[in-house]
């Protein structure tokens, strides 16, 4: 179909709203378009419309039940409506589907974390460390929840996991700054800082 060509290329050119209308125009021809309904469901989410979103992503797995990747889509709709509980089901049927679906495994641990389940989301975390070693933002976010249980050493290699992913991840950097200055150890805290500085030269905290 050629509305949903031209979309593809809307999306793709990073012009997100002339995409979205040729979605629309997709699903005015074809109400069970999977494809239409999935990405324009992805622009809305990141339009902060979470609850249009989720009706394109129930219209899509009402066509497609056995799809993690929708599942795991119609979670993140959920948690952004702070629907986390069901947000937590739809992950674990994505991940049920998909054993190996880091991503799924990552915003499960997410959806712990605001649950204050700190264990089960450490435990999630690294689950979606095993699958994908170069995951750098589920090392971040391993590290800084170690962080908060003064779990230190482990923090610390959570973040340098982290940083051998990215090495140009300021964010990483300036919290293993404030870890190591609130263990007393100053001069790689000011190091670490430092390390922020450079990739990052307006990051205000870190100065």
Same mark, same amino acid.
């Given at each position: ?12 050119? /990073? @012009? ?13 021809? =074809? ?14 989410? &990141? ?11 129930? &219209? ?14 119609? /979670? ?15 992950? @674990?049927?994505?991940?049920?589907? =998909?054993? /190996? ?12 974390? *605001?649950?204050? @389940?700190?264990?089960?989301?450490? *435990? ?7 699958? *994908? ?22 923090? +610390? ?10 090495? =140009? ?8 700054? +404030?870890?190591?200055? *609130? ?18 030269? =307006? ?5």
């Amino acid at each position: 179909m050629a509305h949903l060509q031209l979309a593809y290329a809307h999306t793709a050119a /990073g @012009r997100q709203d002339e995409a979205a209308r040729q979605y629309h125009e997709v699903l005015a021809i =074809d109400a069970y378009s999977t494809p239409a309904a999935v990405n324009l469901g992805l622009i809305l989410l &990141r339009q902060g419309r979470a609850e249009e979103a989720l009706g394109l992503f129930q &219209r899509a797995l009402a066509e497609q039940p056995d799809s993690s990747i929708i599942h795991n889509n119609y /979670g993140n709709a959920l948690g952004a409506r702070n629907r986390l509980f069901e947000a937590e089901a739809a992950y @674990r049927r994505a991940i049920t589907l =998909d054993p /190996g679906y880091w991503e799924a495994h990552y915003n499960l641990g997410v959806v712990y974390q *605001k649950q204050g @389940r700190v264990e089960e989301a450490i *435990k999630a975390y690294q689950e979606a460390t095993r699958l *994908k070693a170069d995951y750098a933002e589920a090392h971040y976010s391993l590290g800084a929840l170690l962080a908060q249980q003064n779990r230190s050493e482990e923090a +610390v290699a959570a973040y340098q996991a982290a940083l051998r992913v990215r090495p =140009d991840y300021a964010d990483v950097y300036y919290s293993l700054g +404030v870890l190591q200055a *609130k263990r007393g150890l100053l001069e790689e805290a000011i190091a670490a800082y430092q390390a922020a500085i450079r990739r990052k030269p =307006d990051y205000a905290d870190a100065h």
